[in-house]
């Protein structure tokens, strides 16, 4: 009977740990693929949106043409989010921001000024970030799953998108960015 309780501790144990890393902050999975939940494919025209930074100034995809856009959904809460949002800042953002061909937003969804602003100070970013309290921008690109990171280019067709956080897919946008930035 000894057996089979340390058994059942040990299986306990280990099915505590699957259950709590994807709400401690671990980096999951994440893909490049098209998954049911996505709306949109690699090669497909951008959806048409427009959102609000906080401080009130409008961030259209349509005043980005003839720039290389990164867009990301997120949310303070999202444990994968706060690692790619990290990179974002610090290997993207502050990359290419000086590029006048380069454009980026963040934006934070079922989320308003009032829970990304102290967030944003308190980590110290300094990319645009824009709110989608009611997921009306969000439900363009799919019905659940974040992060959510995509490239378009210049014509506003999507050259990369993924799902969820993870070291290569991260490498791959970069790669993206600099192919799309070095055509003209």
């Known amino acids: 009977m000894r057996i089979c309780s340390r058994s059942f501790n040990a299986l306990a144990a280990w099915l505590a740990i699957l259950f709590l890393l994807p709400a401690s902050g671990v980096p999951q999975a994440c893909s490049t693929e098209k998954d049911p939940a996505t709306h949109t494919r690699v090669g497909d025209q951008m959806p048409a949106f427009s959102v609000s930074e906080p401080e009130g100034h409008p961030f259209a995809l349509s005043d980005q043409l003839g720039k290389v856009v990164v867009i990301n959904f997120w949310a303070t809460w999202c444990g994968p989010c706060k690692f790619e ?46 709110e989608d309290p009611n997921r009306s921008t969000y439900k363009l690109f ?43």
């Open 85 to 130: 949002i990290s990179r974002l800042e610090k290997d993207v953002w502050q990359k290419y921001k000086s590029n006048p061909r380069f454009s980026m937003v963040a934006i934070a969804r079922e989320q308003t000024a009032s829970d990304i602003v102290p967030f944003r100070k308190a980590k110290g970013f300094t990319f645009p970030i824009a």
């Open 142 to 184: 799919a019905d659940s799953g974040i992060p959510r990171t995509y490239v378009v280019d210049a014509r506003g067709k999507i050259l990369f998108q993924s799902v969820g956080y993870c070291p290569g897919a991260f490498e791959e946008l970069n790669r993206t960015i600099e192919k799309a930035l070095a055509s003209k």
